[in-house]
């Protein structure tokens, strides 16, 4: 005998209910057949709230008793929290790992081989330029990380600004493979900067931060990664220069 669950969610002509589609999506999972029954006004949405005394939809029912919304569900079902929470890595292993496709991908479709000097230099490029992304897609809030660490950054704010351009610019000059002297001297700069700035904070002063690496918003812990993108930028400054 299939388990039914009566799942209320909100589907107007204006707004779906992510958490409602979600809802239905793990009932499902679960092996229950879905009553689905979508609140199509403000209005209805209203009024079913009144009638449960309830703040939020979507709502599900199993059994003849209200489990709740979204989370309430994934915990009737012993599933931990909806989406990413805590310090992680996925933001910068997403990035270097894409960065690693990228290059394979256009070694292979330029020379027909994967690994050379200039696989390392395009690794790097390509992993500046995404990292780069991440920040420049916030300054405000990549900056006000960037300055408590950044030795450079907590004397002149403004340069929390320029650097995710001068990230960008290094790494699009790697690629593009710009004369070295126009290039390697920023990745340098920036790169050796950064990595006394990250190897003060979290070698020696111990500090517990979180790195900006990926953008202001992130919740991936100041320490190797920062520390290896800045290596990454010096590698990449010095690599051209001796090419």
């Not at 199993?62 to 009737?76: A, F, M, N």
């Not at 403004?158 to 070295?180: D, N, R, S």
Request: net charge positive; charged share 20%; glycine share 8%.
């Amino acid at each position: 005998m299939s388990k039914t669950a009566i799942l209320y969610r909100m589907q107007t002509d204006s707004h779906i209910c992510p958490f409602g589609l979600r809802s239905r999506d793990l009932l499902k999972r679960k092996g229950f057949k879905v009553d689905d029954r979508p609140l199509t006004s403000r209005q209805e949405t209203d009024a079913f709230k009144e009638k449960y005394d309830v703040k939020t939809t979507p709502q599900t029912f199993i059994d003849d008793k209200r489990i709740g919304g979204y989370d309430e569900l994934r915990d009737y079902f012993g599933k931990g929290a909806a989406g990413q929470t805590g310090t992680t890595y996925t933001p910068v292993i997403a990035i270097f790992a894409v960065a690693a496709l990228l290059t394979v991908a256009l070694q292979f479709a330029v020379s027909g081989s994967y690994l050379s000097v200039r696989s390392l230099l395009l690794f790097i490029a390509f992993s500046m330029t995404l990292l780069a992304v991440q920040k420049l897609k916030d300054l405000f809030s990549f900056t006000n990380s960037f300055i408590t660490y950044d030795l450079l950054a907590m004397r002149w704010i403004k340069y929390g600004y320029v650097y995710p351009f001068a990230e960008a610019y290094a790494g699009i000059g790697m690629v593009a493979q710009l004369p070295a002297l126009t290039v390697a001297p920023v990745s340098l700069f920036i790169g050796i900067v950064g990595a006394v700035s990250v190897f003060k904070a979290v070698y020696i002063d111990k500090r517990e931060l979180t790195c900006a690496c990926v953008g202001g918003d992130s919740n991936v812990p100041l320490g190797f990664v920062s520390l290896s993108e800045n290596l990454f930028m010096i590698a990449g400054g010095l690599i051209m220069l001796l090419m």
